[in-house]
């Protein structure tokens, strides 16, 4: 049975967030998930910060990257996840090709960040034809960020 996938509307929050925890806990919950009221902020503002398209079983979190490099829009994929029970099922491939139909600003490469750790991760992205980028990535807050401003 193929899932229905479409924009989240505010009533699909509580679901929305309850997935991002699952993939928090499947992370080994180093990292808090952000509250309802975030993420509806960052959601449905006039001009929203992200996107995201739910499924039964998984949702995706996404928004705009540019490459200056290859001077083109792009999409960054933030979260990508699918319950256990539906992994294998072609959902997470599905969710990555309705981000490609619903991003509205031209996108013409994705881009995403795996823990190297994850090899199921890392065997899904090479197989769907991700490519490594050579690049790390790193985080500047608290106190180093507010001591930059």
């Given amino acids: 049975m193929k899932e229905a996938i479409r924009p989240v509307i505010p009533a699909d929050l509580p679901r929305l967030r309850a997935l991002l925890q699952a993939l928090s806990d499947e992370d080994g919950g180093t990292y808090q998930v952000g509250s309802e009221p975030a993420l509806a902020q960052a959601l449905f503002a006039p001009a929203p910060l992200i996107f995201a398209l739910i499924a039964d079983q998984g949702m995706a979190f996404y928004y705009p990257d540019f490459s200056t490099h290859r001077g083109e829009p792009g ?30 600003w031209g996108a013409q490469f994705m881009t995403l960040g795996v823990s190297p750790e994850n090899a199921a991760a890392m065997r899904f992205y090479a197989k769907t034809g991700f490519t490594q980028r050579g690049y790390e990535m790193m985080i500047l807050e608290g106190s180093p960020l507010k001591d930059l401003a």
């Fill in 75 to 104: 999409v960054y994929i933030q979260d990508l996840y699918v319950t256990p029970k539906a992994r294998g099922t072609g959902l997470a491939r599905a969710l990555l090709a309705a981000v490609m139909r619903h991003q509205g």
